[in-house]
């Protein structure tokens, strides 16, 4: 099989999951090395962990067709929504600001 290239800023989430999978389960991936880079995203896809599984979610956001084929190929199957992926809900403080302002 292929080896599967990853865009800049999908080098970036993968870097990210590993750090929460690391922080998490102590279990360290060596990203360099493709077979310890396929554990971490088989355990990833699998796993029950939220943290993991929305770190997950923006890694597989970044990818193409192609990309998640390669991944599917390879036994890895994530979730069946990523489009959805917000690892941080934005708050408005536009309107609490106002509130200050107008109650001064």
Same mark, same amino acid.
Request: proline residues 2%; charged residues 20%; hydrophobic residues 35%.
């Given at each position: 099989m292929e080896k +599967? +290239?990853? %865009?800049? %800023?999908?080098v970036y989430r993968l870097q990210q999951l590993a750090s929460q999978v690391r922080c998490i389960t102590g279990i360290r991936h060596k990203l360099s090395d493709e077979s310890a880079m396929i554990e971490l995203l088989r355990s990833s896809a699998s796993s029950d962990h939220k943290v993991i599984q929305t770190y997950f979610a923006a890694f597989t956001s970044e990818l193409d067709e192609q990309q998640r084929s390669s991944l599917v190929a390879k036994g890895i199957h994530g979730p069946a929504d990523t489009q959805g992926y917000r690892p941080h809900a934005r708050q408005s403080t536009t309107s609490s600001a106002r509130l200050r302002i107008n109650s001064a």
């Amino acid at each position: 099989m292929e080896k +599967i +290239i990853f %865009s800049q %800023s999908g080098v970036y989430r993968l870097q990210q999951l590993a750090s929460q999978v690391r922080c998490i389960t102590g279990i360290r991936h060596k990203l360099s090395d493709e077979s310890a880079m396929i554990e971490l995203l088989r355990s990833s896809a699998s796993s029950d962990h939220k943290v993991i599984q929305t770190y997950f979610a923006a890694f597989t956001s970044e990818l193409d067709e192609q990309q998640r084929s390669s991944l599917v190929a390879k036994g890895i199957h994530g979730p069946a929504d990523t489009q959805g992926y917000r690892p941080h809900a934005r708050q408005s403080t536009t309107s609490s600001a106002r509130l200050r302002i107008n109650s001064a």
